[in-house]
Structure formats: structure tokens, C-alpha cells
């Protein structure tokens, strides 16, 4: 320890990149990314030959480990990829274009290809219903203002909030986090929320806003706490994780993306939501999460 991360061969050399990268999609060797062969596999090295370059001889078809991932056709080199990713896995807050730009010495141009590409990397939602086998699940609904920075991050109710975006948040007690921006809350927006992420038999917690009650009943349990009346919580019942959540979401948002436009709030919410369902894990193993999510997921976002 000691030597700055800065340093690390992977975040320096791009060949040592590659090879980090070629570990982790093919643990037990390389597999050809368009038939899945393994048995006729050839390594094409020569000046003609870009590096990392792959021939299969089932298909006749040739790749590299980038191929099919978010990291397909860039000129960015792949170890300033993976330092990016490492950067945004590490921090709590999250990390902005600017403050890329600066840390990796790129245009920002290409800090913003980066964090927008790897936010999606990040958007891989955790497997299987949240609180299934008897769980505990807050849900909670926020809203965040763009335009009036004074007003971000207040959450109220009703009273001409209807310009606000609107997060809800499922919270499991000890466990993951999904959140969703929503163009509504209500019965119907959370009832789809609600039902398709929430296992059958989890208990569910809820603030008093009516829209909940509903489908509140198509849990083991539901149980709701009076903020108007200053309960904010009578024994187990309580929405505190949720709560607790929305803080981290908000400082985060307000303290490095205040401006986040709405078409792109979902991606910056599953970023938040990546960092938690992999908090209890180190910084190195949070990006490896981060770089498996990378793989298989060709990119729609135009840069
Ligand atoms: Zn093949």
C-alpha cells in the first residue's frame, strides 16, 4: 500500500488494461463473442493487427474483449476507461463530467462520453424480488428540482410540486435499493413499482401518503407511519433506511449534479443505487461489479 491508485499498472499501461479486462470476461479462457466457440480460438499478433485482436476459426469472425460492451468503438484508451470506472465506483457522491476531465487530464468531451457510458454499466438492477422470504421493504417517493436550486432537495407534497421529478425508492432493511423516476406518484405508478419488485411476502413500510394503501395489500404486511402526526417511527415501523437513502441520493445530486437534466436522472439514480447495493464490498471489487455490467451491454446513448 501507499503507492497512489493513480499508479496501479492497470490505470497506466493499456496492455495491462486489456489483459484485466480479458480476465474477467473469460475466466476460463477466451470465448468467441459471436458463436460462443472456445476450441479454434487464435491470438493475431503483428504490426497489422490492432492488439488484443482475437480470430475464431468456427465462425472466421475476429474480435477483442471489448466487443459488445460499453467500451466498443471508442478511441478512449482501456486503461483510462478502467481508471474512470474505478474513480466512479470509489466515490460516494459520485463524480462529474468536470471533475473527470480534470482528474483523468481529457477533454471534456470525453469525460462526458465516460461517465454517461459508464453510468449505464452501473445500471444493472440487483437480481429477484426485494424482501422475498419474509423481508422488509421501505418504499418512499421524493422529488427533485432542477430549476430552483434553493428548493432541491425538499420533499413535500401536493402544493404545486407538479414541476418536480419524482423518485420513488424500495428499500430493503440491511439489503439493496431500486429507485425509479417516475413522471407521476400515484396509485397506479406506485402500484407498478411496488408489485414488480417487491416479493409477495416481503412486509412493506410506507409513509401515510394514501396512494400506497392500495397495493399495500398485496403484501405479507403493510405498515404506516404518521409524519404528519410526528411519528416517525413506533417500533419496527419505520421508513428511516429509505429516508436515509434519499439524503445520500440528494447530497450527491445537489453537491455534483446540480445540473442533471430530467432525460438524464433514471442513469443518475441508478448510479446512487449501483454504489449501494454494492457498499459492504471494497473500492477495487465495486468496479469489477461495475466492469461485469459493462459486458454485454452495447450502448444506444449517442454521444
Ligand atoms: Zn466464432
Known amino acids: 500500500m501507499g503507492e497512489p491508485i493513480t499508479n496501479m499498472p492497470q490505470f497506466q499501461d493499456e496492455d495491462v488494461a486489456r489483459k484485466v479486462l480479458e480476465e ?129 432537495g425538499r420533499k413535500y407534497k401536493g402544493r404545486g410540486g407538479d414541476h418536480k421529478e419524482k423518485i420513488v425508492s424500495l428499500v430493503e432493511r440491511n439489503g439493496r435499493v431500486r429507485s425509479f423516476h417516475v413522471q407521476a406518484v400515484n396509485g397506479a405508478t406506485l402500484r407498478e413499482a411496488l408489485t414488480k419488485n417487491i416479493a409477495k411476502d416481503a412486509h412493506l413500510m410506507t409513509d401515510e401518503l394514501p396512494a400506497y394503501k392500495s397495493v399495500g395489500r398485496e403484501f405479507a404486511s403493510h405498515e404506516v407511519v404518521k409524519h404528519s402526526a410526528k411519528e416517525y417511527s413506533r417500533g419496527n415501523a419505520h421508513t428511516n433506511t429509505v429516508e436515509g437513502y434519499f439524503s445520500l441520493l440528494k447530497r450527491g445530486l445537489i453537491g455534483t449534479f446540480h445540473h442533471v437534466g430530467a432525460q438524464h436522472l433514471s442513469r443518475y439514480v441508478n448510479e446512487f443505487d449501483f454504489r449501494y447495493n454494492h457498499r459492504k464490498v471494497d473500492d477495487f471489487e465495486r468496479a469489477s461489479f461495475a466492469l461485469r455490467g459493462a459486458f454485454g451491454k452495447r450502448l444506444t446513448y449517442r454521444a
Open 24 to 152: 474477467m470476461r473469460w475466466p476460463n479462457g477466451v470465448v468467441c463473442v459471436h458463436c460462443g466457440g472456445v476450441d479454434r480460438i487464435s491470438k493475431l499478433i503483428g504490426e497489422q493487427y490492432r492488439p488484443g485482436l482475437y480470430r475464431c476459426g468456427d465462425c472466421r469472425k475476429q474480435f477483442t474483449v471489448t466487443v459488445g460492451t460499453v467500451f466498443e468503438r471508442s478511441k478512449i484508451k482501456l486503461n483510462v476507461w478502467l481508471y474512470a470506472v474505478h474513480l466512479m465506483s470509489a466515490s460516494k457522491k459520485g463524480i462529474s463530467s468536470l471533475h473527470l476531465q480534470r482528474m483523468l487530464g481529457v477533454q471534456y468531451k470525453t469525460a462526458w462520453f465516460l461517465t454517461h457510458r459508464i453510468r449505464e454499466a452501473m445500471s444493472d438492477n440487483p437480481e429477484g424480488l426485494l424482501g422475498s422470504g419474509g423481508g422488509t421493504v421501505e418504499a418512499d417517493e421524493t422529488y427533485w428540482g432542477n430549476s430552483k436550486r434553493s428548493k432541491a
